[in-house]
């Protein structure tokens, strides 16, 4: 579960794997795959917010990725399911209610996809609405 602080463009904010990153090793002449702790910081951060800060840092939003995941070095032959090495890594989901320039902001323990070979498309923005909630 999710926790109500944002996720920002910062050292030291970080995504992990909660499960084995499994990349091709190998090992004298064989390659085996070999299950691996990854993580990245968000100091490296693409496509993050340009007028929302947190703490001085641009919001990192649904539509952000980072790159340089570390952890599983010596696993050169790449994923054994997603050919990522060293690669990015996203939020899978985010907050449902609240929004940066249109993109779902990332909180902290929001579940991430780490280790792909590239940045993915751009998420889909939300539209702006506006309603009047009026006194009863």
């Avoid at 929302?52 to 050169?76: A, I, K, M, Y």
């Avoid at 890594?89 to 779902?104: C, D, I, N, Q, Y």
Wanted: aromatic share 6%; glycine share 8%; with cysteine.
């Amino acid at each position: 579960m999710s926790h109500p602080i944002s996720a920002r463009k910062d050292g030291s904010n970080i995504m992990h794997t909660t499960g084995p990153d499994v990349c091709m090793t190998p090992i004298g002449k064989s390659v085996v795959p070999i299950p691996y702790t990854t993580m990245v910081t968000l100091a490296g951060s693409i496509r993050v917010s340009k007028s929302v800060r947190d703490n001085s840092n641009p919001d990192f939003q649904l539509n952000s990725r980072t790159q340089s995941v570390t952890g599983h070095e010596p696993g050169v032959k790449k994923g054994a399911k997603v050919a990522g090495y060293k690669g990015y890594a996203h939020a899978k989901s985010a907050a449902p209610t609240v929004f940066s320039e249109g993109f779902a902001v990332v909180r902290d323990a929001d579940p991430a996809w780490i280790n792909h070979p590239d940045p993915q498309p751009q998420e889909p923005r939300r539209s702006k609405s506006s309603k009047t909630i009026g006194h009863v």
